[in-house]
Nanobody, 122 residues
Framework: QVQLVESGGGLVQAGGSLRLSCAASGRTFSSYTMGWFRQAPGKEREFVAAISWDDRSTYYAGSVKGRFTIARDNAKNTSYLEMNSLKSEDTAVYYC???????????????WGRGTQVTVSS
């Protein structure tokens, strides 16, 4: 069993930055992909970014590519999502997730956190 806890969300002005963290506990996650998804009010959950277990591969949604950076520290069982040049359309609840061999499909992820709210004011 893996537990995931997100942190770092909050209110930020458009153009600003935030860094989200996802701490994993329980069974080691060092062999699993780590991913971030988000869900805005009235919209479906969408893929944001993912990083393979060995850091060799990263995946980004087109809407965040060049602005967001995903990273992981397996020694700390933590994943990070650095978000820059934030826009009002980035406002959502952000979820981290993990699963073996996952990429950008939500069904590929086994474990999910409860989410952290990011609000970008224009």
């Amino acid at each position: 069993q893996v537990q995931l806890v997100e942190s770092g969300g909050g209110l930020v002005q458009a153009g600003g930055s935030l860094r989200l963290s996802c701490a994993a506990s329980g069974r080691t996650f060092s062999s699993y992909t780590m991913g971030w998804f988000r869900q805005a009010p009235g919209k479906e959950r969408e893929f944001v970014a993912a990083i393979s277990w060995d850091d060799r591969s990263t995946y980004y949604a087109g809407s965040v590519k060049g602005r967001f950076t995903i990273a992981r520290d397996n020694a700390k069982n933590t994943s990070y999502l650095e978000m820059n040049s934030l826009k009002s359309e980035d406002t959502a609840v952000y979820y981290c997730a993990t699963g073996p061999g996952a990429t950008y499909r939500s069904y590929q992820y086994t474990y999910w956190g409860r989410g952290t709210q990011v609000t970008v004011s224009s």
